[in-house]
């Protein structure tokens, strides 16, 4: 049972890694208090998901989705789809860690802001100073 295990970790190495990843991420974003640490836990979150998108979409003895040769219609090559990668995977998950780095830069500024205001990044904290005040 053990070796099952264990051959079936090694033989999906990169899943497990990418699930191990989320996890993480999720954990710190449900089970922490303090919300630098859950801003943490969402950027593992999001990069465990664009790591395990991009290796999904990766593929053995492929190229370049690039042909060569001239733009005649009558003498145009028949191109076999198997051998080229499709760069639509990659181009959405550099699309994501775009909009990732903003969010995070917004969150960060967000976070100055609140520590400014009330003093605390804790959670808890917050959520009674800011009942206080009403």
Do not use: C
């Amino acid at each position: 049972m053990v070796d099952l295990v264990f051959d079936f970790v090694i033989g999906h190495f990169n899943t497990v890694t990418y699930i191990v990843l989320m996890m993480i991420g999720f954990y710190a974003m449900t089970g922490k208090t303090n919300l630098v640490k859950k801003l943490v836990g969402m950027n593992i979150f999001q990069w465990s998901i664009i790591l395990f998108v991009v290796s999904l979409s990766a593929k053995r003895d492929a190229t370049i989705p690039i042909v060569l040769g001239g733009h005649d219609r009558d003498a145009a090559p028949v191109l076999d789809a198997a051998q080229y990668v499709n760069p639509l995977p990659h181009v959405l998950m550099l699309t994501a860690i775009v909009v990732g780095v903003a969010t995070t830069g917004v969150a960060l500024a967000l976070l100055l802001r609140i520590h400014r205001q009330y003093g605390t990044l804790e959670e808890d904290d917050l959520l009674e100073r800011v009942r206080t005040t009403r």
